[in-house]
């Protein structure tokens, strides 16, 4: 593989269940991210992290939980999913998590729907 | 937080001109990206500002103004592959990248 890869590609879920999105990147990236995009809201950021053992609250972590065991791979749960959570979720990586033209790349992304 | 202002749509023709402004409000500035992103798919880098200035890149130019808090995105002829939403982000004091809502272009034959 190269780049980010995500999945799954989407999912219906019912309100209440557990989920968990997969995210894995071969680019040795140290920083990771999760965002959900959702119509007129433009992408936000969720959780993030930094390198790998540590994570990090984003503009809308309620709801969401992450862990970074490695550099490779940044799950993202959702203990208990309820309707409002229905949207695409992005994962991004970056060579670092400052300084300088630190672009993010980002995955395919997770098309999620709670009913 | 951050308050990060693009038009919602623009329309133009294909071999036309379109500028695309964002401006911002930020606590810490570190660089401000462009983004596109066709529907359907993921974001994929355009271009990076940090310093006052043009910075230009084929077809493609970006330009930022710290002190006005303002940037553009200038697409030069405009071919019909340009038709996408295009994605103004500014990175803060924390590097934390913030979007802005993204702006719908619609290229015309």
């Known amino acids: 593989i190269a780049g980010i890869t995500q999945a799954p590609t989407s999912q219906i879920l019912a309100a209440g269940r557990r989920m968990t999105l997969r995210c894995t990147q071969d680019m040795r990236h140290n920083a990771m991210y999760w965002y959900r995009q959702d119509l007129g809201l433009g992408l936000r950021l969720i959780h993030y992290?930094?390198?790998?053992?540590?994570?990090g609250k984003g503009e809308v972590p309620d709801g969401y939980s992450v862990s970074r065991a490695n550099t490779d791979d940044f799950p993202l749960t959702l203990a208990s999913a309820v309707p409002s959570q229905t949207s695409v979720y992005f994962c991004?990586?970056?060579?670092?998590?400052?300084?300088?033209?630190?672009?993010?790349?980002f995955g395919p992304g997770t098309r999620l729907t709670v009913l | 937080g951050q308050n990060i202002d693009q038009p919602t749509e623009m329309t133009a023709t294909e071999g036309a001109i379109v500028q695309i402004n964002c401006t911002y409000q930020?606590?810490?500035?570190?660089?401000l990206f462009w983004y596109q992103q066709h529907a359907g798919e993921a974001p994929t880098f355009l271009s990076y500002n940090v310093l006052d200035g043009l910075e230009e890149k084929g077809r493609f130019s970006s330009f930022l103004s710290r002190s006005k808090g303002y940037s553009y995105l200038l697409l030069k002829e405009l071919q019909m592959k340009d038709s996408a939403s295009y994605l103004c982000a500014v990175t803060s004091g924390d590097y934390k990248l913030s979007f802005g809502a993204g702006t719908t272009v619609t290229v015309r034959a």
């Open positions: 930020t606590s810490g500035f570190n660089g």
């Open positions: 991004a990586s970056s060579d670092s998590a400052g300084g300088g033209a630190n672009e993010q790349f």
């Open positions: 992290s930094n390198t790998a053992g540590t994570t």
